[in-house]
């Protein structure tokens, strides 16, 4: 069973600070990556997504890939409260067109 | 508007009542995708569609049909819906199966009692 581990939280983090959010995944074959954000009540939509070790930038939000170490993560800059929302971590599945989600990191940014 | 739509939004129904959940897009996204998501599992993938006639098996198949007859629609079927089958679904599309830009719809409630 291809597993994607994430600390269920919650993470609080102040207004304005980085939030770090961590995942790991024991699929060594896996090649794409993936950051959703979830509302309460709402569908997961997109942030992120990398394929390469290192460092992805878009806005305020960094992933970060380290193949070696099974290891992605979610850098958000600035934090606001509006932020505060479930965050997935999605892995591709090294068989196939298909993803492997973990059950997902609650952030709550406080003002 | 660019969208994914699922019907009905909710839905309770009673164990063994065949149904079916729509899911539409207007996207011409090759990729669609059914998941569920349930308290304490996440969301698991149930089954996935590359093209128009090709369907595979998510991680979590079992009591669920699926066809891709057109491409903008994907239906899920519950031929003989169970209790255990109570969840939130899920249906998702994406331009292509890398995935990079996969759009999920708005969910439908079901509970089967």
């Known amino acids: 069973q291809k597993e994607v581990e994430q600390n269920s939280g919650p993470l609080s983090v102040p207004e304005g600070a980085i939030a770090s959010l961590n995942c790991t995944y024991s699929d060594r074959g896996s090649q794409s990556f993936f950051w959703y954000r979830q509302y309460s009540g709402k569908s997961p939509e997109l942030i992120m997504f990398i394929y390469s070790n290192g460092d992805k930038e878009d806005g305020r939000f960094t992933a970060q890939l380290n193949k070696a170490s099974q290891y992605v993560s979610l850098l958000i800059r600035d934090s606001q409260p509006s932020d505060s929302a479930t965050y997935l971590c999605?892995?591709?599945?090294?068989?196939?067109?298909?993803?492997?989600f973990g059950k997902g990191t609650s952030l709550l940014v406080t003002p | 508007e660019a969208q994914v739509t699922q019907n009905p939004r909710y839905l309770i129904t009673v164990t063994g009542k065949k149904l079916t959940v729509t899911c539409s897009q207007n996207?011409?996204?090759?990729?669609m995708s059914w998941y569920r998501q349930d308290p304490g599992l996440g969301l698991r993938q149930i089954y996935y569609?590359?093209?128009?006639?090709?369907?595979d098996k998510g991680d979590v198949p079992e009591g669920y049909k699926v066809s891709r007859k057109e491409k903008r629609n994907f239906p899920l079927i519950l031929e003989s819906p169970s209790p255990n089958q109570t969840s939130l679904y899920f249906c998702a599309s994406s331009l292509d199966g890398l995935l990079r830009e996969q759009y999920f719809g708005p969910g439908t409630r079901l509970t089967v009692t």
């Open positions: 996207m011409n996204h090759e990729y």
């Open positions: 999605a892995v591709g599945r090294d068989s196939g067109y298909a993803l492997n």
């Open positions: 569609s590359m093209n128009v006639e090709v369907t």
